[in-house]
């Protein structure tokens, strides 16, 4: 039967079968709207508060503190928490140490969270603190260093104070007097525009808590900041001025996001810096992390099971067979009980062993949990070849297993006869029509992870970054539109897309704005995009062309 029979014989069916597992989303954009990058949702500031005071070991003195959480919807059903100590560092404190660090060259090795330039220059590390493998001549900042351990020594002794006060059953009175928390590093940070604005979404897994101080000022210096998020929530921001303090622990998913000051009208440069300080339950800080979720995981805790697979390596009592055991076994447990995030693990751990079945399974599992990393994981996968799409072109009819809706229908047949318009060739057109289908489906599942975003591996930046080379080659039935395109690659926020817009401005005669986004891109750490794959988890889709794979 001729290929163009298919226009009145398309046909959708449910899959019965694993490797074409139903991708039901009640989220997927219409044809007659695709998700835009000013649709995606931005940073908004939490204001849910609970507000009390605390003295500190001081009665004359009294410091604000709130109480926040971000709650992980069902079935997960569970809070993070986090707290914000006002004023804990004086402003003439801040001074103090801003005019030190204003003057000093940061490190810049790549951050193992995203593999861009660290910005960073550490303080205090270790039992021993020792500064000999920093990134530049440690002996040039030995007395810089001196000057802020003194500034920041009363406030590290408060903060480490709430510590061992708020978490009593680790670190406080009553313990192992060796196992008392303490800040075994710390660092100061800076967010400018010649080098980095944000931190990808993270766990702190190697601090049992983690305090941040900030130097600057909300709504002056910078917007945005640090956020908190979890999955389905979106990213809140913590409003923080300078001199206050958030703790929180390893459970907590954050990142930072610096954004412009408007002043009339105007877009003002931003900055912000910050003091960090990561905890351990031991004064000679030793690494007791693979105990620290142990118990919740054991009482059936999602978070708790995954965070403890997660953490399952740094047990020295096991060999490396049993860690691997340990690890699945707890992150399936997580997974079996509603956590997205532990669901993209195992897929992975299939993926890893080439059993695409069990992959597709827990990566749809997740997507349905609305996973932008399993999402994104799909997608590329389905570009790569490695996985079925959810229909099938035989030689008289389509069968589409996604419950495809009106206007899917509608692209299709509009694909079908413009692919018969312009091949002759009917095993061609089948061919490309075959491509085109794909390249929607993948369309779709890089504008869930874009839209959905919390995503500890990457999937929803890097998912933003591919729908910038869709729009710009117009794949999957798109009309190209350089401008959509370009607003995706900034959406993303990594150092490649920013190169991308410093091509396409060039192309267009704006050399200055080229030049201005190049050395941006620079400074994010471009050329360092290897860093940040993972196996079969890449910035660069398969798709027929695109941007070099720089």
């Not at 001549?137 to 020594?153: D, N, P, V």
């Not at 670190?171 to 010649?194: I, M, P």
Request: proline share 4%; hydrophobic share 35%.
């Amino acid at each position: 039967m001729h290929l163009f029979l298919l226009i009145c014989t398309l046909v959708v069916t449910h899959s019965t079968t694993i490797e074409v597992q139903p991708f039901v989303t009640t989220t997927a954009t219409t044809l007659s709207q695709r998700l835009l990058p000013r649709l995606v949702s931005g940073l908004r500031i939490y204001t849910d508060w609970l507000n009390t005071t605390t003295n500190l070991g001081n009665p004359a003195k009294s410091y604000q503190i709130s109480y926040g959480n971000v709650n992980w919807p069902p079935p997960v059903n569970r809070d993070t928490k986090f707290a914000v100590i006002s004023k804990i560092l004086s402003t003439k404190d801040v001074k103090q140490a801003l005019k030190i660090l204003k003057k000093l060259n940061f490190d810049v090795g790549l951050d193992s969270v995203d593999a861009m330039p660290t910005h960073e220059m550490y303080i205090h590390k270790g039992p021993i603190d020792d500064m000999s493998t920093e990134d530049i001549g440690y002996r040039s900042r030995k007395e810089a260093r001196r000057q802020l351990k003194r500034i920041f020594a009363p406030a590290e002794a408060r903060i480490t104070e709430y510590v061992r006060r708020h978490f009593p059953k680790v670190c406080g009175d009553g313990v192992n007097t060796n196992r008392k928390c303490r800040a075994c590093y710390s660092l100061t940070r800076k967010y400018v525009k010649e080098g980095r604005q944000s931190h990808m979404m993270h766990r702190d897994g190697q601090a049992l808590v983690t305090a941040v101080v900030s130097l600057s000022d909300h709504g002056r210096d910078f917007t945005g900041g640090l956020y908190v998020a979890a999955n389905g929530q979106g990213r809140q921001s913590i409003a923080m001025q300078h001199g206050d303090v958030v703790l929180h622990q390893y459970d907590l998913l954050h990142g930072v996001q610096v954004e412009n000051v408007i002043v009339n009208q105007k877009k003002i440069p931003t900055e912000r810096w910050s003091w960090i300080m990561w905890f351990k339950d031991s004064e000679t800080c030793q690494q007791h992390g693979h105990e620290w979720s142990r118990e919740c995981a054991e009482n059936n805790d999602a978070l708790c099971q995954y965070t403890y697979g997660w953490r399952i390596h740094l047990d020295e009592t096991l060999n490396k067979k049993e860690k691997d055991f340990q690890r699945e076994y707890w992150m399936t447990k997580s997974a079996q009980n509603g956590f997205a995030e532990a669901m993209f693990k195992v897929g992975r751990n299939h993926l890893g062993r080439q059993n695409m079945t069990g992959a597709n399974y827990w990566f749809r599992k997740a997507i349905a949990e609305n996973d932008p990393d399993a999402s994104y994981q799909v997608g590329h996968l389905l570009l790569l070849g490695i996985l079925k799409p959810t229909f099938t072109i035989f030689e008289d009819r389509v069968e589409f297993f996604n419950n495809g809706t009106i206007e899917e229908e509608e692209f299709y047949k509009k694909m079908l006869i413009q692919v018969i318009d312009e091949e002759e060739d009917l095993i061609k057109a089948r061919d490309k029509l075959e491509q085109i289908l794909i390249q929607r489906e993948a369309l779709v599942l890089f504008e869930n992870a874009a839209k959905w975003g919390s995503s500890p591996f990457a999937g929803a930046p890097f998912a933003m970054y591919n729908l910038g080379v869709a729009w710009l080659y117009g794949y999957g039935g798109l009309q190209r539109n350089p401008k959509i395109a370009v607003k995706w690659f900034q959406k993303s926020g990594l150092p490649e897309g920013l190169m991308a817009m410093s091509l396409y401005k060039k192309s267009m005669g704006h050399k200055k704005a080229a030049k201005m986004l190049k050395k941006r891109a620079i400074g994010y750490g471009f050329g360092n995009r290897p860093s940040r794959d993972q196996g079969l988890f890449g910035l660069h889709s398969a798709w027929p062309k695109g941007p070099p794979e720089w």
